[in-house]
Nanobody, 114 residues
Framework: VQLQASGGGSVQAGQSLKLSCIAS????????MGWYRQAPGKDRELVAE???????FYADSVKGRFTISRDNAKSTVYLQMNSLKPEDTAVYYC?????????WGRGTLVTVSS
């Protein structure tokens, strides 16, 4: 699976961004999709995931602010990020898991200034 993330940028605290990740392959609807992030000097962490049956999980730090969604017809997963904080600054990566195989896309940088 090849993944291409986009939508990152530089915003001020309180603003919003929407990330997109397009996946290759004809069985996107079977993929479990996730968004991870890695801040400078920190480990990569799970931000949100959305299973192929529609179950969503969010890290506590983003609950109520971020929303993960998918459009199977477009083979795309989204991450709507509202009320951004400086601590959300990181490189964001999308991830796909299907049949025990995991793929990563290139990251997209999100910078939030105070």
């Amino acid at each position: 699976v090849q993944l291409q993330a986009s939508g990152g940028g530089s915003v001020q605290a309180g603003q919003s961004l929407k990330l997109s990740c397009i996946a290759s392959g004809s069985i996107f609807s079977r993929y479990n999709m996730g968004w991870y992030r890695q801040a400078p000097g920190k480990d990569r962490e799970l931000v949100a995931e959305l299973t192929n049956v529609g179950s969503a999980f969010y890290a506590d730090s983003v609950k109520g602010r971020f929303t993960i969604s998918r459009d199977n017809a477009k083979s795309t997963v989204y991450l709507q990020m509202n009320s951004l904080k400086p601590e959300d600054t990181a490189v964001y990566y999308c991830n796909a898991e299907v049949y025990g195989s995991t793929s990563w896309g290139r990251g997209t940088l999100v910078t939030v200034s105070s």
